[in-house]
Structure formats: C-alpha cells, structure tokens
C-alpha cells in the first residue's frame, strides 16, 4: 500500500520503519528540514533500538521529503504523526494536526484515509475532517481515522510490531477494510484489533496513559509511607502484583515519571474533565504526587551530604527512562536543577542522552563514562534505571569516590548489598 506518515519524531519514524518493513511503499514527511536532510543522508534524528538497522533494511522502500503535496498525491493511508505539546492550560496544542489537515485538504487528488495517530483529544477526528473538508479544491470524498498508538521509547519497534493491542475507531466500512489491510500483518500473529467508534479510540489512548500514570503515582506514595513505617516496597510491589486482578507491571516507586507522554497526557485529559465540569481529583492528585516525587530525592541527598555546597555529585541517567535518549519532561532536570540551586558540582553520565542533554542543562559536566562521573564525588545520584548501572565494579567505584554515598532514585541497587560493600545507600521505599 502506498503510505504517507507526516512527522518524524519517536512515532512517526518508527511507524514508517515498521510500515516499510510490513512490505508497504512509505513517504515520511516533516517539516523539519534538517531532520530530513538528516535521514536522506542516512542517519537518525533520535535514538531508538534497531530503528537505524531497519531504515538501512528498508532503504528502497522509504523516502523522505518535506514536500507533502506528491506524498499526498500518491497515497491512499495518511498517518498524522505529529507532536501535541502541552498548550498554555496543559490542554494539547493542535496547531500541527491542524496544519497537517489543512494541507491534506488542499491536495487531495482521491479518496484517501487519513488516520489520527497523533495523542489527540476526545472530538479531534471530527475538527481535523472539517478542516480537510473546508481545503479541499473540489469535494472528495475521505475518512478519517482515530489509530491512536501505544508504543514505549526504547521498545518502539517490537511494540508497533508486536503491540499488545491495534485500537481503531473508525465510522465507514470502506475506510475499515484499508485499516484491516494495513495491519494484515500484524494482525496474523494473533495480536487483537480493536474496531470502536471514533471517541471512543481516542479517548481509549489518554484513558490508558492516565491509568498507567495512576498506578506509579499510587506505588510513589505507597513507597513514601514505606519508608515512614519500614516497609519495603519492592517486596510490597512484587506481593501485589501476584495478585492477577493487578498484575505485576507499572508498581515500581522511583523518582516519578517523566517523558512526553504521561505528564502532557495527564494534563490534558485533567483539562478535558475541567472542561466538562468533570471533578478530575484522581488525575489532579496523580500529577500533584509526581512532582512533589521528582523532587524527593534531594533530602535523601541531604541526609548523606548536609552541605552541598561546592560538593561534587555524580548523576547516573539524564534521560525519561532508559533506552531512548528523550530528555522531556524527564526527572533529571529536576533533580540537577535542585543540586545546582544548593551550590553542588554536577557531573552526569548517561549512555545516549548526552547531545539531548547538553542543550537544556549546559552548566553540568559530562563523563564518558559512569566511572569517570564518580571520580572524587561526594555522592551519586541513579536517575534512570540504564541496564549498564545494574552490574559495575562496587570496588572500583568506592575507590574513585571521595565519600561512597549512593541515592538510588530507581531502586538499582539492593540497599543492603550496597551498605555490606561499604557504601552508604538510600533508595526509594525501603
Ligand atoms: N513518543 C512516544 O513515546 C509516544 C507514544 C505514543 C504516542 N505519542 C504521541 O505521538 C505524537 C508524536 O509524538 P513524538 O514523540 O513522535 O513527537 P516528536 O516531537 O518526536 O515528533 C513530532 C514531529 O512532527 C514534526 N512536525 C511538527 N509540525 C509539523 C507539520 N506541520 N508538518 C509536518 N511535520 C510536523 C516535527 O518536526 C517532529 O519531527 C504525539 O501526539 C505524542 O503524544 C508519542
């Protein structure tokens, strides 16, 4: 099928990789020329795992441009993969979907699908169906779509490949016979389809981040009353999860959750619920508990290093989560923004978010490597759980440190091993 997926970001990129893949000619359009000219060349604007192997895999059968009109022109399935920032009241900003729309309407040549894969609000499908309508030249007729996606960075590919479930809403038979063509493949590994009304697909995606982020703004909280009463989290998390009515995924307390989906997603559904006079205190409490999480690990700091002044501490992981090289949102920039407030040396170490980084926190140190971040550091501080943090040499990093204190935001460590190795270590709910 002759596809067209318009923005290049973390969903579009992945969605167009995977489509290609799928056997299916995709033009990939941005507006960002630099990103374009990026992949033209060959390289990737973002880190995700295989996305470069399978770009170079599927070089003949993907293209990438910022002219949208041929792009338009030649497909039957338009994809709107673009980004839905957080507006000025945390509603989303749809002013790209509505670009996008507007340019689809302009040079509609046919009958085409056009499929809302963007994050968008519950009624989107229907603004984004009046925009084409009002750009079209002469009337033509077309579907739109609501696709929403569910992939997690650091995952995308197996996860657009093999997703739990495909969620689409659609009105007309002629647009659900191309959307179940589309997804042929995919849909022969067993993997569900699920049919639904328009709203009802798209309020399916904001529901489902909102729930996720409960559960961790929950397990946060249960984790602070934890500490207060010597329980240990991880063990209460792993006791709950058996329980087949919750399940063990998203009950790990951390330092909050981050990224550029959950806190933007939240908001705007919050926003939605205001907007209709719906009470939204679950929601407003969930983000409430997140931010007061990020900033939680600094009097863990405090307790090991009362003065921070001048002191040098190491920060291990800047990105959201590990895997991607995403810096929204993420709880790094809150917890370092605290340590630069209070007077410390910052030195952080993160395997893929360093180029990212260095744009918003330009006044930290960078290390090569997580040992070289430890060199004569009063304190290290895990941010995000990166797999390589999980196994390092505890000899040599005491021995590097000026003093081995360890705040582990993400419960890395076993606290207990930790202090046996000689090491002062305070996680989160234990
Ligand atoms: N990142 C994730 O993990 C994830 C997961 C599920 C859903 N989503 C949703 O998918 C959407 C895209 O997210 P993302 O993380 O890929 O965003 P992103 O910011 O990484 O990428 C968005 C891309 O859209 C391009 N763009 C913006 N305006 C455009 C226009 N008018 N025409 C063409 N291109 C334009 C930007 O240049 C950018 O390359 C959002 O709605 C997001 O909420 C994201």
């Not at 359009?29 to 630099?34: A, C, E, L």
Request: with cysteine.
């Amino acid at each position: 099928m002759k596809i067209t997926v318009v923005g290049v970001g973390y969903v579009g990129l992945v969605a167009g990789a995977c489509l290609a893949e799928m056997g299916n000619d995709v033009v990939c359009v941005d507006i960002d020329q630099k990103k374009i000219n990026l992949l033209n060349s060959g390289k990737v604007p973002l880190y995700e795992p295989g996305l470069e192997e399978m770009l170079r895999r599927n070089k003949s059968k993907i293209a990438f441009t910022t002219d949208m009109k041929p792009a338009i022109e030649k497909s039957v399935a338009i994809f709107i993969a673009v980004g839905t920032p957080p507006g000025k009241n945390h509603e989303a900003d749809l002013s790209a979907v509505k670009a996008v729309a507007k340019t689809i309407g302009q040079h509609m040549n046919g009958y085409k699908v056009v499929i809302d894969k963007s994050t968008v609000p519950v009624g989107t499908a229907d603004v984004v169906a009046q925009i084409i309508k009002e750009n079209q030249k002469k009337q033509t007729a077309f579907d739109v779509v609501s696709n929403p996606e569910f992939l997690r960075e650091g995952e995308a590919i197996n996860d657009f490949l093999i997703p739990d479930r495909i969620v689409i809403g659609c009105s007309s038979e002629k647009a659900r016979k191309i959307m179940e063509d589309l997804y042929k493949g995919i849909a022969r590994t067993d993997r569900p389809m699920l049919f639904c009304d328009v709203r009802s697909a798209e309020m399916i995606k904001y529901a489902s981040n909102a729930m996720l982020a409960t559960r961790i703004s929950f397990m946060n909280e249960i984790a602070q009353l934890c500490e207060k009463l010597g329980a240990d989290v991880k063990m209460v998390a792993k006791g709950m999860g058996l329980d087949n009515r919750i399940g063990p995924r998203f009950l790990q307390a951390g330092v909050g959750y981050g990224g550029s989906c959950f806190p933007k997603d939240v908001k705007a559904l919050y926003q939605t619920m205001q907007e209709h006079q719906v009470n939204g205190s679950i929601l407003e409490a969930v983000e409430r508990v997140n931010e007061e999480q990020k900033k939680s690990l600094l009097p863990k700091i405090k307790k090991l290093v009362p003065e921070l002044k001048g002191k040098k501490v190491a920060v291990w992981g800047l990105a959201f989560k590990p895997k991607t090289d995403d810096m929204r949102e993420a709880p790094s920039l809150v917890v370092i923004d605290q340590l630069l407030k209070e007077g410390a040396q910052v030195v952080a170490y993160d395997p893929e978010a360093e180029e990212v980084a260095k744009k918003m926190l330009p006044r930290i140190a960078y290390a090569q490597d997580p040992y070289e971040a430890l060199q004569d550091a009063d304190c290290l501080v895990i941010v995000t759980e990166w797999n390589t943090f999980r196994d390092l040499d505890k000899e040599k990093m005491k021995k590097l440190m000026k003093h081995p204190n360890i705040i582990d935001g993400r419960n890395v460590y076993e606290p207990s091993e930790m202090r046996e190795a000689g090491f002062s270590c305070i996680g989160v709910g234990r």
